[in-house]
């Protein structure tokens, strides 16, 4: 039930969740006290059908061996297909495009110039067309600009590529966010996005293989060449499968019952961020996210995690071999780099999905190590290089970093316009960090670098100081709701529903519970922010 954040109601109690481990709430406001909307109940919202637990587990399986494998793997392939080019460059790419000085830095930097040109347009085509055919449609354009990458012969066209691989790849993280919020409550987002984001790593893993298999060839054409060929045709043919098996919605998805569809739905109405079917742009929610200071605190955030990665992701290969490994080497030893990277991303997913006040602590702690790393490397030139090579692994955390990021923004910004306004900053964040950070690698530096780590390690401790800064702003936020409102709330739930009540379901089980409980309204599916939900919490 949408609410002013003015109006307020009588003192009731409600049992903060902290974890996945805390029980089931369900409070009922006075009907004086959250009036209730005078449209009359359709069917969708009349629709009411119970479904026991052993029913909402096979459910929810259903809907994970659907949705998150196609997320997986265009994530896995958009990692590959936008890093390849670290490995292209120590295998004759520099070369064969005739690439002096600060072009291949550009090379790196314009991948960015076309994904920021091209961010706020396709997350206004997000949330108003069909999602499963605009990201297959997008993949065979995208599968087909990475294919071309291997008929490039000089500086020029590499440059333009780049630049139309920015503006294809631009769709492909806002559209998953979008999905997942789509599909899954405030508790999951979290654990959800961390293995669809894993992919990032896992790509990284199968690159560096790719690349180390791809190495031994001796043709005319070039491994460099390979690299791009292969990996171009996969993903072209990987739009294919996102074409036939990604449903546009759960109101569409074939693969649920009618009856089945309607629970998927009203679970995310209830313990969600609310519907994101058959939205219109509103440009007030737009306003309001810009007036949000969380907006800021996150955007903040996400630039300052992604000037490292600019660098060390183009750059990886290139500071490995400069402590004496070949090219063949460097690409086997980025596996065990991504190997710790895929660690920490599911590990921390999962923690910030099952405990509520952990996010901005997780973000904090895990760029911790490279703050120490890039010191190390930094100072490599006085310390044994086995030492600067260990804080290179360390380097390895900081990109965990962006899931946490993407999993706030999911769970504590509620209206489709307003998330996808927020989306769009986010990776305007993204852009402008991912352009910074080749550029901090000066070519004259080679091969210490020594500008770049110590911008990494400034970079990375004001995030921690943001991070802590952010969840104190959140934490005070939420108290000062609950002294208006006069109740505890949820930061797990999507605030009150069903004429009023406020429901904290904290694990499966519950959730399955508070819908078949809940009769919900018309008006619950209304698309309404965070800043106008009656008992809406954030998560931490």
């Known amino acids: 039930m949408a609410l002013s954040r003015q109006q307020t109601s009588s003192p009731l109690q409600l049992d903060r969740a902290e974890s996945s481990h805390s029980q089931s709430h369900l409070i009922m406001a006075a009907e004086d006290e959250i009036p209730s909307a005078d449209a009359p109940t359709t069917a969708a919202a009349a629709a009411h059908h119970d479904i026991d637990a052993d029913q909402a587990r096979r459910i929810l399986r259903q809907i994970d061996w659907r949705i998150m494998p196609l997320l997986f793997m265009t994530y896995l392939l958009n990692f590959m297909d936008k890093t390849i080019l670290s490995s292209a460059a120590v295998f004759g790419l520099r070369q064969d495009n005739h690439l002096k000085g600060t072009n291949y830095s550009w090379v790196s930097s314009v991948f960015y110039f076309g994904y920021f040109f091209w961010t706020y347009p396709t997350t206004l085509l997000i949330a108003r067309l069909p999602i499963g055919k605009y990201v297959a449609i997008n993949t065979f354009f995208w599968g087909a600009v990475v294919a071309l990458t291997a008929a490039c012969s000089n500086y020029g066209g590499l440059i333009t590529v780049r630049f139309f691989l920015g503006v294809a790849e631009a769709t492909i993280s806002p559209a998953l966010m979008f999905i997942t919020s789509t599909w899954y409550t405030r508790d999951e987002i979290p654990t959800r996005t961390g293995i669809w984001f894993a992919g990032n790593s896992v790509g990284g893993i199968i690159s560096s293989l790719l690349a180390y298999g791809v190495g031994h060839i001796t043709d005319n054409v070039g491994p460099w060449r390979w690299m791009f060929i292969i ?3 996969a993903t072209f043919l990987w739009g294919f499968a996102l074409f036939f098996l990604l449903p546009d919605s759960i109101s569409k998805a074939k693969f649920l019952t009618p009856e089945e569809r309607q629970w998927a739905g009203d679970r995310v109405v209830i313990a969600g961020t609310g519907r994101t079917e ?17 907006t800021w605190l996150i955007w903040s ?13 183009n750059f990886a290969n290139l500071v490995i071999t400069s402590f004496g490994f070949t090219s063949l080497q460097s690409t086997l030893i980025n596996i065990l780099y991504s190997i710790i990277t895929v660690l920490f991303i599911s590990g921390t997913g999962w923690m910030a999905g099952h405990f509520r006040s952990m996010n901005c602590i997780l973000i904090g702690l895990i760029v911790i190590p490279p ?4 010191a190390l490397i930094g100072s490599r030139s006085s310390i044994p290089h086995g030492v600067a090579l260990f804080g290179y692994f360390l380097l390895s955390t900081g990109p965990a970093a962006l899931p946490l990021i993407l999993s706030l923004v999911q769970s504590n910004f509620r209206g489709v316009t307003k998330k996808m306004t927020m989306t769009a900053m986010l990776f305007i964040a993204y852009c402008t960090g991912n352009i910074v950070g080749p550029q901090l690698f000066i070519s004259t530096e080679e091969p210490t670098y020594g500008t770049a780590f110590r911008a ?3 970079c990375y401790a004001l995030v921690v100081c943001l991070a802590a800064v952010l969840r104190v702003y959140l934490q005070l936020l939420n108290r000062r709701r609950q002294r208006e409102e006069g109740i505890e709330g949820s930061a797990g739930t999507s605030g009150a529903v069903g004429g009023g009540k406020v429901v904290d379901a904290a694990d499966g089980r519950n959730v399955t519970e ?10 619950d599916y209304e698309d309404v922010t965070d800043w106008k939900t009656f008992g809406f919490r954030y998560r931490l």
Do not use: F, H, Y
Not at 278 to 294: A, F, G, I, V
Not at 303 to 310: D, K
């Open 514 to 523: 508070a819908v078949n409980e809940v009769q919900l309204r018309p008006e």
């Open 371 to 374: 703050v120490v790393g890039s």
């Open 278 to 294: 058959n939205t219109t742009w509103k440009w007030d929610q737009t306003l309001e996210c810009l007036q949000d200071p969380k």
């Open 456 to 458: 990494i390690m400034i």
């Open 231 to 233: 990996l171009g045709v």
């Open 301 to 313: 955030i996400a630039l300052l995690c992604q000037i490292p990665n600019g660098g060390t992701q």
